[in-house]
């Protein structure tokens, strides 16, 4: 029995127990870093959920901006619109005043061209005082109308300019957040790529495919959450 024991003993050569020692080494060393990877993955996954989320909610917010934007836009069309007829309209009773005027001036009825005179509306007076002061009738350089003259001001085509600005700078605004919804949409769908590579990465059987994965998981995050870093939030 002990010869057994002993030759036993010195069939185990050195050579062998070192081989057997560097595969239980690699061993413990491969479970450190697969470890290491889980945690790592663990992470990614954790920051791409997150930022999933925080760009699905900032894609409904500017969304929502888009909305009020378009809304404004409208309105301010509609009231543009609305003073632009009320002009024309203001320009069609001067112009029948004015004719009026005229006739009963030719005429020589005084007291009606008078009474005539003091139904102008104000801007209207205004300009047909300054027009018969160029002496239209004998002078070939003045203005043909009143409404030439640069005292025939109408606010109503002056509030409607100024509509016009603000539904330009209404229609910028909702496209500015059109855009910024698309992008964080965009960035909605890369974070669910990485969840999607981090997930697969941890049933992949072989090591080389499984970091492959979770290396493209990695950048794919890193360069994602760059551009989130440079996008607006929405605060409305």
Request: net charge negative; aromatic share 8%.
């Amino acid at each position: 029995m002990g010869d057994t024991s002993e030759s036993g003993h010195k069939g185990v050569s050195s050579a062998e127990t070192e081989a057997i020692l560097r595969r239980i080494l690699a061993a413990v060393e491969e479970e450190k870093r697969g470890r290491w990877l889980e945690i790592t993955c663990a992470i990614v996954l954790a920051l791409a959920t997150m930022a999933s989320a925080w760009c699905a909610y900032q894609a409904t917010l500017w969304g929502g901006v888009q909305t009020f934007r378009l809304a404004a836009v409208a309105k301010a069309g509609r009231e543009s619109t609305h003073l632009q007829l009320a002009a024309l309209q203001g320009r069609a009773f001067d112009a029948q005043m004015l004719i009026a005027f005229l006739e009963t001036k030719a005429r020589g009825d005084d007291m009606l061209a008078d009474f005539l005179h003091q139904r102008f509306r104000p801007e209207a007076k205004k300009a047909v005082d300054a027009w018969l002061q160029t002496d239209p009738f004998n002078n070939p350089k003045a203005p043909h109308a009143p409404f030439q003259m640069a005292e025939y001001v109408q606010p109503e085509l002056q509030e409607a300019k100024l509509l016009e600005d603000k539904l330009a700078a209404s229609q910028a605004a909702a496209e500015h957040a059109n855009a910024n919804s698309d992008t964080y949409v965009l960035l909605t769908v890369l974070f669910a790529s990485v969840l999607f590579f981090g997930g697969i990465g941890g049933s992949l059987n072989s090591r080389t495919l499984r970091y492959t994965v979770f290396t493209i998981a990695f950048v794919l995050l890193i360069s994602t959450m760059i551009v989130l870093l440079t996008m607006p939030i929405c605060k409305e």
